[in-house]
């Protein structure tokens, strides 16, 4: 077991009994076998002495229970952290950004508090993965769409305190974006509301999201000045029908309008889809020139007037072709989704993502986990050409030469405004394997930062790294982020690390 | 007990067929666990710990042992079954409290499936070991490798 840093193990051994008193015995885990299952499958430094691994676990049920945890380790200094279901995979899974670190495991407080079909939200627990939430909706068939990552089997609050986001309708597939109203549990046990749930006996905590004065929820995301224990979250209405066309350039040239047409047609609402850009023109994948689906959600005589301008549009584009897919009218409540969709396109959560994975022309030998380098871009053709052509210029020196099966980029256009250029790193369980693809992941991150493309989301073992790279004024941003943690959370017992926010007596160890 | 199969192999539905002569209930699959998930194992686990056992590639093991431990689940039993272009598989046994388990399947030759259908899901009890420790496979890959099967037993920690 690693005692975490500084705590004595008399302060340990008091702080597990507290932990016990306050959730039962049965719920706390300190044993080798079970705080293995806390480790981070896909951690780069597997088996090393710089793997992150917990010390214990606790999982309490109720916010009552979390506070009781939260205050015995605020009292006795034991650091914790927070994890919704623990299916971060790729990005730390359930393993602290600290080692030693006990796992305030929160997938017992796993119900869906309330829904309002009316105006179309729900407030949820950590707990609740995209299939409860999806689950309980078409149980009582009501009328909305959840928007699911690919796997569905996270946490709704989880994934959108980490950044994720999904492959709906704008603005529900940018998860922390689609959020109203939080409740979090403080380093000293006190209960915050935001928004409107800071006024008592208001109807409006899911519905207004901004409340009165300062708007903290962002000290949340991707944070570590408290432990969320409810949000609310804007669901879709089910849209009445979908439909999709794929506009294609056939070389670089191109590229320039067909994302400036993009933006133009999501600025101005006419495409709300999660949109797809593809490397290859009208002769597929490895041809000269992008493609790009732009689907459209909402009545179905609306959208097919949307897609015809979407369409007149793209094809003002020299040498650009414009094909139209089906129009497909969705599902109502309790009823199956079209065949042939994909799915998370239709809100339906689901794991098949686990079984296309494998062996491939691009991947012969892949290793089983991966991390990503997931950079941001402007929204520009120029960009995306340049991103690819200096990929591929660094791309042997940044990998030493070798072929460690490194994938990229991928660019993602499921954000609006901005681009993801995507690099994604295999790991093996082989540490001189994993050490020259740490080599290359930091030697990206550095190369990147030169030409000003940062991350938006890293792995817990980069997030102090990425935190670097966000530099402005002598790290001013950071500075400010640890003067909030240390007037928030004195003790420093939330999180410590997460996403490169340190507590003071953390901070130079 | 509950027995899980893959009917894209057809070593994996010997396996099942063997399984519903032994009857216990059993569920096809195609790769994919999400059919399972929703309509049978969320409902089963939140209401107990019932134990389950499979012939799957590997992705499906991956992800039912990791929703597993939610329930106090545990791999007790598991092993890698190489397909070979033959009709018999090369055998490897990952954890498993039989000692003999290797030698029975090498010498069923073809019929491979059904001896471990044989012998893993009738003495349940003194095939599985009391390793409580994730499986290397929920702790290194979820991709699949179509050329091999992965046989296991997923059971409550308490009484495995």
Redesign the interface.
Known sequence: MALPHGVSETDFTNALARFRAAVGDEWVFSS??DV??Y?D?YSIYWGEPEERVASAAVAPETVEEVQAVVRAANELRIPLYPIS?G?NLAYGGSAPVHSGSVVLDL?RLNRVLEIDERNAWALVEPGVSY?DLY?HIQERGLDLWIDPPDPG?GSVIGNALDGGGGWTAYPFRDHFGAHCGMEVVLGDGDIVRTGMGAAPGTKTWQENKWGYGPWVDGLFRQGNMGVVTKMGFWLMPRPEAYISGTARVANDEGAVGLIDTLNLLENQQMVNGSTQLNSGGAGGFGSPGWSLDVPIYGPANVIREQLAYARSKFEQIDGCTFTESELIMTQGPGQEAPPGVRLVNFGV????T??????SPFQPN????HIGFSPILPRRGEDLVRFRDWYRANEAEASGGEDLGIIGPVFMTNWERSLVGLIMFPVA?DPEYNRRVRAAFERWVELARVEGWVEYRAPTVYQDLVAKTYSYNNHALTRMHEKIKDAVDPNGIIAAGRYGVWPKHLRDV | MGVIYDSRHGESRSFGERASILNLPTHAIEGDITDLWQTKLRALWKQAPVTVAGLTERPALFLLEQLGWDHGLRVVYQAEHGLNTGNDAEHRIIRSARPGLKRELDAAGAMWPHALAGQILTDTGEVTSNDYTPSGTAMASYLREPTKLHSWIIAPRSTA
Do not use: I, V
């Open positions: 080798d076998e293995a299952l480790r499958a279901t299916r997938k299939f689950n089997w959560p689901n794991l098949s686990f079984s296309l994975l494998g062996r892949p290793a089983g986990g369980k």
